[in-house]
């Protein structure tokens, strides 16, 4: 079975970091490209980072960019994001998966990492 493991999250202040994991298991990791979402409490999920299968491409959000690195690491089945110069708007729960899913939307959500940024 699909299964998504995310860790990492945590009470940060303004201007910290934080890196997020993402275990994954039950598909071929190496083949699938890899996203990882954030949810504002009352919002939908927006995705903020994706990377292809072999984390050769990268893309992100405007909201993100150049303060999060997305990546991928094939040999441990396992997606991470560093998070760096975070700001209060950066807080929600961070999810990952991935673009296996026939339907094109992604499926199986895990239970997430809360993230949240105050002084």
């Known amino acids: 079975q699909v299964q998504f493991v995310e860790s990492g999250g945590g009470l940060v202040e303004p201007g910290g970091s934080l890196r997020l994991s993402c275990a994954a298991s039950g598909f071929a990791f190496n083949k699938y490209a890899v996203m990882w979402y954030r949810q504002v409490e009352g919002d939908e999920r927006e995705m903020v980072a994706v990377?292809?299968?072999?984390?050769?491409?990268?893309k992100y959000a405007d909201s993100v960019k150049g303060r999060f690195t997305i990546s991928k690491d094939n040999a441990k089945n396992t997606a991470y994001l560093q998070m760096n110069n975070l700001k209060p708007e950066d807080t929600g729960v961070y999810y990952c998966n991935s673009d296996i899913w026939p339907s094109g939307w992604p499926e199986n959500w895990g239970q997430g990492t809360q993230v949240t940024v105050s002084s």
């Open positions: 990377t292809t299968s072999a984390a050769v491409s990268t």
